[in-house]
């Protein structure tokens, strides 16, 4: 497009009392722009009043906004699909941050001009994403127990097509097995019939609603929006084209065969929950007198299950009350490492204390074992700080824990030699990839593996703060036990927002948008394939599996599968892919449109490439909370750290930048990087860059990676000034000379 710019600059929130606006319009008319304005507050409607009538006019068809962070009023400064927006933060990046009316601040400001004209200038509009073939809206649920069957009704009752899988020959799963349920409304202190046989009902009554039991999923095929399902009922194979997926297969008990030390298998007397459930729906529990309930059976144990079960204490409050409806008289132990009753489930605590149940804290179980037809256990208790025996136990319930169905007793998919030897020239074998199981739910046809990646204790790999039902295959949601280990209430609630994701997806994928983080990003990454060399980098580092390969290792986009995180992008060495509005040569013109002092003004420039996600917003916060830093450096935002390109390094240390500093997410077992892998990629790349650096001899010291949570924007200042103090001692980069 003949771009015709406009650039806008905010006067308000201090920006006029800290700057010189006369000389950043300079700036502008310098770019060359077609209109450069002033307004006291752009946000207000005058201001987006005057932006609204210059595009009116024809005289701008692309705005720059020199302002606030593109982080607010966003939808002020949307002018809709056909005018290009970029945002220069003067505000939290300039004059909250750094000395009003001060040399190094106008210079600082002057610069955020110069790189938002060289960034503006090289974007083009976004073409969204439109398939070839038809993308539909319907949604797949695999699994019809009670996270299934609630996130099916969920999608059905906003109005879309949904398939339900089951493999057992009926709907309920395991909550269909129960004598009673875990209250579910207020107030909480009451157990409740077992409601399964009514959701049944309301789902056959559903029209939106198609049902398949005594049935499994054969193959997962092609992408959001165009998934080719094959399953399998009995005798015959049906195909169903879906729009997405929500996997609701729920948790399996943790084998109570590896529960010796607790009695199990020694004494019939030792059960399960679920045996005791069996027991109460068929009345097995008369002469039963006195029963005591053991916590933890095998969770939050190294040597079995190293984390917390979640639904285990609710479900042995639910038994011990159901058991005294049974018998009023009879006797309930209840010992506990911690009662986890989380939420509203505190209240029916309090119930089971109020109806006798006794609770009993424990160290460590010694041992459980019969004597004279009666259960004896013996444990560290902690409130007397002894060893104690109790006895006379006619049953002794274990609460075993929950293992997610997506890797129950299934083997790590083998690697050939092959795919040994692709992983160790790639980037991301340096990342500890999640494994994929051979689970056999969704047998996925996707080159990364045929199941959902898992983390280390076998629950899929999302990032559980900011996005918990996503996984790490596009379109492909997680929810209930599956996923992590919960209750009843949490489970119902779960459903309904993996099926709340799962209708955005199929919405957003209709009309070309990116689902989270980017939910609304009309990009996608574009192949010019002339120059590609089959690497395999984008294939082998793409997060979400979003690039499959041809028989001649060619990479094969699929776009609705996309995040748009730039991961390819930053791994390409031959930089064959872009985006529209996000791209190697943009950011490559917005570091050389940075103006770099003469070594004898010792005016130092430190280039900061932030991720978007994280580093952006603490920056963001530093200024909110006038937080200041070094005004030596410029901040770059990027999608991804795991966007950034090599050669942009090359760039800063040719420009004569006295170093780089990147700021990605947190990464490691705790991550918090929102495209699961961005940041560690990028450290990786900066190893092989300080090779090239120290070839060169250039100190490899000048390029540093760091980690930035969203919370350490208190700590940013110290960040910026350690790094700034390490640059001034290496001195000027030897490259300055040459510019």
């Not at 024809?58 to 593109?70: D, H, P, Q, T």
């Not at 505190?346 to 004597?371: C, L, M, P, R, T």
């Not at 256990?377 to 319930?397: P, Q, R």
């Not at 996984?471 to 779960?494: C, K, N, Q």
Request: proline share 5%.
């Amino acid at each position: 497009m003949d771009k015709k710019i406009g650039l806008y600059i905010c006067t308000g929130c201090g920006l006029e009392e800290a700057l010189d606006i006369n000389a950043l319009t300079a700036v502008g008319n310098e770019e060359k722009v077609a209109v450069c304005k002033t307004c006291q507050q752009l946000c207000s409607k005058e201001g987006k009043e005057l932006i609204k009538q210059d595009i009116e006019n024809g005289e701008v068809n692309a705005v720059a906004i020199a302002g606030c962070s593109f982080r607010v009023n966003y939808d002020v400064f949307d002018f809709g699909p056909e005018i290009l927006v970029e945002r220069i933060n003067l505000r939290e990046h300039v004059v909250w941050t750094h000395t009003p009316n001060n040399e190094d601040t106008q210079m600082m400001a002057e610069d955020y001009i110069r790189m938002g004209m060289a960034k503006l200038k090289r974007m083009e509009l976004p073409e969204p994403y439109v398939p070839e073939e038809e993308v539909v809206k319907t949604i797949m649920v695999v699994g019809g127990g009670l996270t299934g069957m609630t996130a099916a009704l969920e999608s059905a009752k906003a109005g879309y097509k949904t398939v339900l899988v089951e493999k057992e020959n009926k709907l309920g799963g395991w909550a269909a097995n129960l004598y009673k349920m875990a209250p579910v409304t207020e107030p909480f202190t009451e157990i409740a019939d077992n409601y399964i046989p009514d959701i049944i009902k309301e789902i056959e009554a559903n029209s939106n609603i198609t049902v398949y039991t005594s049935s499994k999923v054969i193959t997962t095929e092609g992408a959001p929006g165009m998934f080719y399902v094959t399953i399998n009922q009995g005798s015959k194979e049906i195909s169903e084209k879906v729009g997405s997926i929500v996997q609701a297969t729920g948790a399996k008990p943790y084998e109570p065969e590896n529960l010796g030390h607790l009695g199990y298998g020694k004494s019939d007397k030792v059960i399960t929950q679920a045996m005791f459930e069996e027991m109460a729906k068929n009345g097995k529990l008369s002469g039963v007198e006195k029963i005591a309930f053991i916590q933890c059976a095998g969770s939050r144990d190294e040597n079995h299950l190293p984390y917390c079960s979640a639904a285990c204490c609710v479900e042995s409050l639910k038994q011990s009350l159901a058991f005294k409806g049974i018998n009023p008289k009879g006797i309930v132990y209840i010992f506990y490492r911690d009662i986890r009753s989380a939420g509203q489930y505190e209240h029916f605590y309090e119930k089971a204390q109020e109806s006798g149940v006794n609770f009993i804290k424990y160290a460590e179980i010694d041992d459980v074992a019969e004597n004279s037809g009666k259960m004896v256990i013996t444990l560290d208790d902690v409130i007397l700080g002894e060893k104690v025996e109790a006895s006379d136990f006619d049953l002794v319930v274990l609460a075993n824990g929950m293992v997610s169905t997506a890797s129950f007793g299934e083997e790590m998919v083998e690697e050939s030699e092959e795919d040994e030897k692709q992983d160790s020239e790639s980037q991301e074998s340096i990342a500890n990839k999640p494994p994929v199981i051979q689970a056999d739910i969704l047998n996925l046809q996707y080159r990364q593996g045929p199941e959902i990646p898992i983390l280390k204790h076998g629950f899929p790999d999302s990032n559980y703060i900011c996005f918990p039902y996503e996984t790490r295959r596009t379109g492909i949601y997680t929810a209930g036990s599956v996923r992590a280990p919960m209750d009843l209430l949490e489970t119902r609630e779960d459903a309904t927002g993996a099926a709340l994701k799962a209708v955005q997806c199929v919405e957003n994928v209709s009309v070309g948008m990116a689902l989270h983080p980017r939910s609304g990003d009309l990009s996608f990454p574009e192949f010019n394939m002339n120059r590609c060399t089959q690497c395999k980098r984008c294939t082998e580092e793409c997060p979400f599996g979003a690039i499959n390969e041809d028989e001649k290792a060619n990479p094969l986009p699929n776009p609705t599968r996309c995040r748009r995180c730039g991961v390819c992008m930053g791994a390409c060495p031959e930089r064959i892919i872009s985006f529209k509005n996000y791209n190697v040569p943009m950011v490559g013109n917005m570091i050389k449109n940075i103006e770099i002092p003469e070594e004898d003004e010792e005016k130092p420039r430190i280039l900061i490439f932030a991720c978007e996600n994280d580093a952006i917003p603490a920056l963001d916060m530093a200024g909110i909370n006038k937080y200041s830093y070094n005004a030596w450096v410029r901040i770059i935002p990027v999608r991804c750290l795991g966007s950034l390109n090599l050669i942009w390094i090359n760039d800063a240390m040719s420009k004569g930048f006295d170093g780089v500093l990147l700021m990605g997410c947190k990464h490691g077992e705790d991550y918090q990087c929102h495209f699961m892998k961005g940041s560690e990629l990028a450290e990786y790349r900066l190893s092989k860059v300080s090779e090239t650096l120290d070839r060169l001899g250039l100190e490899s010291e000048r390029v540093k990676a760091t980690q930035v949570t969203i919370m350490d924007y208190d700590k940013i200042p110290q960040m910026i000034e350690d790094f700034t103090e390490e640059i001034d001692e290496l001195g000027p980069n030897p490259m300055k000379d040459f510019q």
